[in-house]
């Protein structure tokens, strides 16, 4: 599993982002297997297309727009650094992410900063974008990270679920 960058969200958070922002507007990481359903999918610049790292979210999703994101892991960093400064530019905007949970990371305090955040009570298994097949063996622990103006709409929705434990940050820090 550690070699592809491009492993899809797993049905069961699908179901969950669906939950709480809706289908999204926007998914700036997405691939081909994609499941979200979002609106508008950019597949990075390897595709030839518009790149989630350097391309506004903002116009994409349109004010107050909902974003969901499960980067490329090796770059997880810079797409959680987008998702704040993208936070803060449109506070109405909801983002969550779906990333490693590095606590060592130098972008850690970015996610202690959002308004709420999700630690899966198990391993999450992603999805293989060739086969649609579920593939075990991920050998790291992720956080669903929640930007926006709702965050007791993420926590209620993780919480009813008993996916995840919640914690919540600064609400209003982003």
């Given at each position: 599993?550690?070699?592809?960058?491009s492993?899809?969200?797993?049905?069961?958070?699908?179901?969950?982002?669906?939950?709480?922002?809706?289908?999204?507007?926007?998914?700036?990481?997405?691939?081909?297997?994609?499941?979200?359903?979002?609106?508008?999918?950019?597949?990075?610049?390897?595709?030839?297309?518009?790149?989630g790292?350097?391309?506004?979210?903002?116009?994409?999703?349109?004010?107050?727009?909902?974003?969901?994101?499960?980067?490329?892991?090796?770059?997880?960093?810079?797409?959680?650094?987008?998702?704040?400064?993208?936070?803060?530019?449109?506070?109405?905007?909801?983002?969550?992410?779906?990333v490693?949970?590095s606590?060592?990371?130098?972008?850690?305090?970015?996610i202690?900063?959002?308004?709420?955040?999700?630690?899966?009570h198990?391993?999450?298994?992603?999805v293989?974008?060739?086969?649609?097949?579920?593939?075990?063996?991920?050998?790291?622990?992720?956080?669903?990270?929640?930007?926006?103006p709702?965050?007791?709409?993420?926590?209620?929705?993780?919480?009813?679920?008993?996916?995840?434990?919640?914690?919540?940050?600064?609400?209003?820090?982003a």
């Open positions: 599993m550690s070699g592809s960058q492993w899809c969200t797993p049905p069961e958070v699908v179901e969950l982002v669906h939950a709480v922002i809706g289908v999204p507007d926007l998914d700036p990481f997405s691939n081909a297997g994609s499941k979200t359903g979002a609106a508008v999918q950019w597949y990075g610049p390897d595709a030839g297309s518009l790149c790292f350097s391309s506004s979210w903002r116009e994409a999703a349109g004010e107050g727009g909902a974003v969901f994101f499960n980067p490329p892991w090796s770059r997880a960093g810079d797409a959680i650094r987008k998702a704040a400064r993208e936070a803060k530019a449109d506070p109405t905007m909801q983002m969550i992410g779906l490693p949970s606590i060592n990371s130098r972008h850690w305090n970015l202690e900063d959002a308004p709420c955040r999700a630690y899966p198990r391993r999450v298994s992603f293989d974008p060739e086969t649609s097949e579920v593939v075990k063996g991920n050998p790291r622990d992720i956080a669903l990270v929640y930007w926006g709702r965050p007791y709409r993420f926590a209620d929705v993780l919480h009813r679920s008993r996916f995840a434990r919640v914690h919540f940050g600064i609400v209003g820090a």
